[in-house]
């Protein structure tokens, strides 16, 4: 039996808002599939709900590289090694999933301990000119393991 609460409290200061939200799961891969969707979200990754439960699972078993590992994620999921290697040639292109040594692995900038509590904070800002109208930059994308993923690990 899963169970699951839902806390929000919302306080508004003069220039701030701050949200805390909790959500508790006695399920490592149900909180790791919710940690992605995230991340996917925050980094316009536009992952499918597939790919966000292949990185999950991946990070939960700490390696997609292995053939047990692939043939429990068809069983659990019920999909096909073809598969399993067409996302893993996507998310290794967004720097999800990297090669480590032998091994294809999450990312470590974004791979967690799921059966530890975990804390994010996530920070959004707005940037205006003085004007109050939105000021656009232009990102340039650099092709490093690091780079694309804008997360920090405290």
Do not use: W
Not at 59 to 69: C, D, M, Q, W, Y
Request: charged letters at 20%; aromatic letters at 8%; hydrophobic letters at 40%.
């Amino acid at each position: 039996m899963i169970i699951t609460t839902f806390v929000l409290i919302n306080y508004i200061m003069e220039t701030t808002t701050v949200q805390k939200l909790s959500k508790d799961s006695s399920n490592r891969l149900e909180l790791a599939q919710k940690y992605y969707s995230l991340i996917s979200a925050l980094n316009n990754l536009a992952l499918t709900e597939r790919e966000i439960q292949l990185v999950a699972f991946s990070a939960v078993r700490g390696s997609i590289s292995f053939a047990t590992v692939r043939e429990d994620f068809c069983s659990l999921y019920q999909s096909s090694f073809p598969t399993i290697n067409n996302m893993v040639s996507k998310l290794k292109k967004s720097y999800v999933l990297i090669k480590q040594g032998k091994q294809i692995v999450v990312n470590p900038r974004i791979a967690l301990d799921f059966s530890k509590p975990i804390i994010l904070q996530i920070t959004l800002t707005h940037n205006a000119n003085n004007n109050g109208e939105t000021t656009e930059y232009a990102a340039e994308r650099v092709p490093s393991e690091e780079a694309k993923l804008e997360v920090e690990r405290v």
